[in-house]
C-alpha cells in the first residue's frame, strides 16, 4: 500500500482534460510546497513533469498543470495527446524535521 | 542538469548483498545537495530506499532502513547503495536520481536504471 492515494487509471479521448488526484496527510502534502509529479512511459526513467505543487521544468508542455487542495494535489493534463499515455505519479517530501520522500501508487493514463 | 549512469550487478542470491554504484557526470557530486536510489518493482510503482548529502548525512526509508547503507565518494563523483539480506521482494528496477536545484527532494535527472534480480 502506496504512501499517497492516486485512482488506478483515468482515460479520456484526445483534445479532452482530465485530472489526477493524489491524496495524502497533513503531514506530507497538505503541509508542504514539495509536490511533484513525474511521467513514466514504459520501459522508461520517471520524467519530471511538476514541482512545486504547480511549477514546470523547463520544456514541459504548459498542457501540465499543478494544484492542491488541502491533502490532496491534482495534475491536469488538457488537450489530450496520444503522447500522453503513460504512468503518472504523484510524490511528497515531508519535510527535514522528518525527512522522507512518498510516491503514490501510480495512476494509468489511457488516451481513447 | 547533470547525467546518471547505475552499474552493478543484475543477479544476486538470496540472503545476499545489493551493491550499485551510481556515476555523476555533467557536473560535480557537491553541486547538488541530496543524492537519491529509487526503486521499482516490476509492474509496480516507485518506492523511495533513501538519499546521502555530499558531507556524507543520510536518511533511509524507515521500512528498509536496517538493511540500507546509502554512501558517497567525492573523489570519484558517484555514490552507491547497499542492501543487505535481500530476498525475492527485493528484485527490482533501481534508479538514482538528483534532485532539481531549489526543489527539495523533487528530482529532475534520474538514470537509465538497473534491473536487479534476487535468485539463486
Request: with cysteine; glycine share 12%; charged share 10%.
Amino acid at each position: 500500500q502506496s504512501a499517497l492515494t492516486q485512482p488506478a487509471s483515468v482515460s479520456g479521448s484526445p483534445g479532452q482534460s482530465i485530472t489526477i488526484s493524489c491524496t495524502g496527510t497533513r503531514s506530507d502534502v497538505g503541509g508542504h510546497s514539495f509536490v511533484s509529479w513525474y511521467q513514466q512511459h514504459p520501459g522508461k526513467a520517471p520524467k519530471l513533469i511538476i514541482y512545486d505543487i504547480i511549477k514546470r521544468p523547463s520544456g514541459v508542455s504548459n498542457r501540465f498543470s499543478g494544484s492542491t487542495s488541502g491533502n490532496t494535489a491534482s495534475l491536469t493534463i488538457s488537450g489530450l495527446q496520444a503522447e500522453d499515455e503513460a504512468d503518472y505519479y504523484c510524490s511528497a517530501y515531508t519535510g527535514a524535521s522528518a525527512p522522507r520522500v512518498l510516491f503514490g501508487g501510480g495512476t494509468k493514463v489511457t488516451v481513447l | 542538469q547533470v547525467q546518471l549512469q547505475e552499474s552493478g550487478p543484475g543477479l544476486v542470491k538470496p540472503s545476499g548483498t545489493l551493491s550499485l554504484t551510481c556515476a555523476v557526470s555533467g557536473g560535480s557530486i557537491t553541486g547538488s545537495d541530496w543524492w537519491t536510489w529509487v526503486r521499482q518493482p516490476p509492474g509496480q510503482g516507485l518506492e523511495w530506499i533513501g538519499e546521502v548529502y555530499h558531507s556524507g548525512s543520510t536518511n533511509y526509508n524507515p521500512s528498509l532502513s536496517s538493511r540500507v547503507t546509502i554512501s558517497v565518494d567525492k573523489s570519484k563523483n558517484q555514490f552507491s547503495l547497499k542492501l543487505s539480506s535481500v530476498t525475492a521482494a527485493d528484485t527490482a528496477m533501481y534508479y538514482c536520481a538528483s534532485e532539481l536545484p531549489g526543489a527539495a527532494r523533487q528530482f529532475d535527472s534520474w538514470g537509465q536504471g538497473i534491473l536487479v534480480t534476487v535468485s539463486s
